[in-house]
């Protein structure tokens, strides 16, 4: 297993187009979780699904995210009509369940610019 | 709302020293986590601490988890380059919902 995989690394784009990210966990992690990250500040959490069930999803999370876990594997996070603010560093992670929950794997993240 | 607050932000020295970074909150926490993240790469865990009061070493490092379970402290013995990085803490309890809350790091620079 070659750790958690995010694709892209780096994406620049202009403001009002749509984006998406993947996130491939390990094979057998359940839970994955997103994260945003801005330059100087700790992870924010997005949302987090275990298998395909999306259960939990941040109140600061605009109308305009959206994540998918479609077959309980691989992840997207789609940003819709995206604005400058939305420039960050966007993290996946994933974990066991159970007590393992909080023992997250990193991804190296998926860094976006807006225009 | 719980916070978890570290200090100091930013912190570069020497090759050699010792140093010490916290992480402070008014809030209980069932467990603690210490992460480091460098450029470009996402948070790696280091440690985890459950027990008030307990302390854990890795190598050089040297984690504490307060006896109230409201902070935590981690000491670097002769800090070497291969410490420079961002380290974060990271805490959950039943008030988050078990989620992570997370601190905004500490920026350690190691100058050789």
């Known amino acids: 297993d070659t750790g958690v995989s995010q694709d892209p690394r780096h994406k620049i784009t202009k403001r009002g187009q749509n984006v998406t990210f993947r996130c491939d966990p390990i094979s057998e992690h359940n839970r994955l979780y997103w994260y945003r990250q801005t330059l100087g500040q700790g992870p924010e959490f997005l949302t987090y699904?275990?298998?395909?069930?999306?259960?939990?999803k941040s109140r600061l999370l605009s109308d305009r995210f959206s994540a998918e876990r479609p077959k309980g594997s691989f992840s997207t996070l789609e940003i819709q009509r995206t604005e400058q603010g939305d420039s960050a560093m966007y993290l996946c992670?994933?974990?066991?369940?159970?007590?393992?929950?909080?023992?997250?794997?990193f991804g190296a993240g998926s860094r976006l610019t807006v225009l | 709302t719980q916070l978890l607050e570290q200090s100091p932000q930013f912190l570069s020295i020497q090759e050699g020293e010792n140093l010490t970074v916290y992480c402070n909150s008014s809030s209980v926490f069932s467990s603690l986590q210490w992460y480091r993240q460098e450029p470009g790469e996402g948070p790696v865990l280091l440690v985890t601490?459950?027990?008030g009061g307990e302390v854990k070493k890795l190598k050089r490092l040297t984690f504490q988890f307060g006896d109230a379970r409201k902070d935590s402290s981690l000491h670097i013995t002769a800090a070497q380059p291969g410490d420079t990085g961002l380290y974060l803490c990271?805490?959950?309890?039943?008030?988050?919902?078990?989620?992570?809350?997370w601190g905004a790091g500490t920026k350690l620079i190691i100058k050789p």
């Open positions: 992670a994933s974990s066991l369940g159970g007590s393992g929950a909080n023992v997250l794997t």
């Open positions: 601490v459950v027990t």
């Open positions: 990271a805490g959950a309890s039943r008030d988050s919902n078990y989620q992570l809350i």
């Open positions: 699904f275990q298998n395909e069930a999306q259960l939990e």
